[in-house]
C-alpha cells in the first residue's frame, strides 16, 4: 500500500507532529503511515483524508500483485 | 502539561508537603508512626510527581496510546501470557522429576520477573515496527 499523505501534508504545510495532533495518533503512527508500513483503522483513514481535504482512495494506493 | 500529568504531580507534591509538615510540627513526638506516615507520603509524593513530569516529558502533548500502540500492548499481554504459562508449565515439570526445588516465594518472583521482562522486550521489539498482525 502506497500513500499520498506526505505530498498532501506538505502541501498544507503541515508537520508529521501537527497531522498526528488535529487525527488524535502519535507522531510514529504518522511517520509509519506514510512508509506503507501501518494499515490503518477506516476510521483513522477517514479522519486523515478529512485533515487533508482529500477523499480515502485518493490517499491509499492499494498495488494489485 | 496535560490535565492529567498535572493531577499527579499536584498529588505527588501535596503528599511531599503534608510528610515535611508533619517532620517538622511532629519532630517533638518521638512515635513510631508519625515516621511510618512520612516515609509512605513522601514516597507516594515522589511516586506520583516522578510518574506526572516523566510522562509530561515522554508524551508532551501528544496521546500516550492511539489504535497502533493499542494493538502492539494487546500482542505484547499476549506474548508475555503464552511465557508466563510456559515457564510454569515447565517449573511444574522440573519440580515434579525432582530435578529443581524452589519454594513458593522464589516461584511467584520468578514467574512476576519473566512476566515483566518478557512484556518489556516484546514491546521494545514490536514498537520498533509499523504494524502488528
Redesign the interface.
Given at each position: 500500500m502506497k500513500t499520498r499523505i506526505k505530498e498532501l501534508r506538505a502541501r498544507y504545510d503541515l508537520t508529521q507532529?501537527d497531522l498526528?495532533?488535529k487525527v488524535?495518533?502519535?507522531?510514529?503512527?504518522i511517520l509509519?503511515l506514510e512508509?506503507g508500513?501501518?494499515?490503518?483503522?477506516l476510521k483513522?483513514a477517514h479522519d486523515i483524508a478529512k485533515a487533508l481535504k482529500t477523499k480515502i482512495d485518493e490517499l491509499f494506493i492499494f498495488e494489485e500483485d | 502539561m496535560k490535565k492529567e500529568y498535572k493531577y499527579y504531580t499536584g498529588i505527588g507534591a501535596a503528599a511531599f508537603l503534608v510528610a515535611i509538615a508533619l517532620q517538622i510540627f511532629w519532630s517533638g513526638i518521638d512515635t513510631i508512626w508519625v515516621s511510618r506516615i512520612t516515609s509512605f507520603l513522601t514516597t507516594v509524593g515522589i511516586v506520583f510527581i516522578a510518574l506526572g513530569v516523566g510522562r509530561h516529558m515522554i508524551y508532551k502533548e501528544e496521546p500516550e496510546e492511539d489504535e497502533r500502540t493499542k494493538k502492539i500492548n494487546a500482542l505484547t499481554l499476549s506474548y508475555s501470557w503464552t511465557v508466563t504459562l510456559v515457564l510454569v508449565g515447565v517449573l511444574l515439570l522440573l519440580d515434579h522429576w525432582n530435578i529443581l526445588k524452589m519454594t513458593v516465594m522464589q516461584a511467584l518472583g520468578l514467574t512476576m520477573a519473566v512476566m515483566i521482562a518478557a512484556a518489556v522486550i516484546s514491546e521494545l521489539c514490536l514498537k520498533r515496527k509499523g504494524d502488528v498482525k
Open positions: 507532529e498526528a495532533k488524535g495518533v502519535r507522531r510514529e503512527t509509519f512508509k508500513k501501518y494499515n490503518p483503522s483513522l | -
